[in-house]
């Protein structure tokens, strides 16, 4: 029986407020991520790294806070290899966990798997960019072109804005219980990650992909809260950032007479420090204020559907004898075989 591997990807936060780890995962990030848009000297980044993983390490302990990254990866990977199980009951599907900026890394993760089986990767990233799915990519890439492969590996396509927004619209409502008229007093305040408007080198910045998700969200939750406005969660170093910065965007909400808040970082596919801690840190600050923070889409049977799906569809699409005349797409739930692979 041929096996066929599932590589969830994402950036790899570490788990705890060790030094030694957030230095590590900072400097990688500075190193191999961030210099691709910001002129930073090589001899700046260990600076940087050390200012970074001391900020890091102490507003985590502050706010007693661990990551939940890992577990949520490791729980996405076995809930979509438990669909494609059951769509592919011969398939042999084997889950995966890499990282982009900690052990195990996507690279060292695929060269360990046998050159004969197909390997799709997934990255955990909710928009297309040079920061998230490219990366997966030119890792893949790298690997494609060694000649070693028997089978190419595949990475998967960002769901396509219209759907994840009917995901994370749905997702909204469901974590707040809303029904009827019941939001109409409540402001809803969505957050992405920022990033450089001007940066030093061409690049797809991914804020194109990640506004259209934003106002296919807006456009179905609009007629359920009272006030939907959108922030970014910018850094600070390297030029003109993405506008407005969730400080912003949550004082204009304040201005607008609103004191109940739901808080929505659709921007990620799973809960992180970004998403959790930084949210809560600058809700902090306005104290008159009853936040309430809905979760990403962590493990929810829609968005490992959706993954699965995609899967499937390629799996489809490229080998069709693998599959029986009927094809094993009629075997998954309804909701995710209307909803497009990519």
Partial sequence: MTRRHLVLVSYGEPQA????????????????????????????????????????????????????????TREQARRIKATLDAAFPDGGWVSH????????????????????????????????????????????DGINESGRRGRPVQVLSAIEAESLA??????????????GDQGRS???????????????KPIDTGRENTERLCEAIKTRLAPSFGMVAHGWLNHTRGGRWTEPPVEQTLQGVSDAGYSKVAYFPYGFLADNAETQLEGRVIAARHPQMDVRFVPCLNATASLLDAIAAQVMSTLEATRPAALPSEGRLSTIPSRIRRLPAD
């Fill in 17 to 72: 407020p060790s030094f030694t780890e957030q230095f590590a995962y900072s400097h990688r990030i500075l190193r191999n991520l961030t210099r691709i848009i910001a002129a930073i000297p090589a001899p700046l980044i260990p600076l940087i790294a050390l200012s970074r993983a001391h900020g890091r390490r102490k507003l985590w302990r502050r706010w007693g806070y661990g990551s939940p990254l890992e577990g949520i």
């Fill in 97 to 140: 966990v890499a990282y982009e900026f900690r052990r195990p890394f996507l690279g060292d993760v695929l060269r360990a798997l046998p050159s004969d089986e197909p390997i799709w990767i997934a990255p955990m990233y909710a928009a297309d960019s040079a920061f998230t799915h490219a990366l997966s990519r030119q890792v893949a």
């Fill in 166 to 179: 009917e995901l994370s619209a749905g997702h909204v409502l469901d974590c707040l219980g809303f029904d």
């Fill in 186 to 200: 409540t402001a809803l305040v969505l957050a992405a990650h920022g990033t450089l408007l001007e940066p030093a």
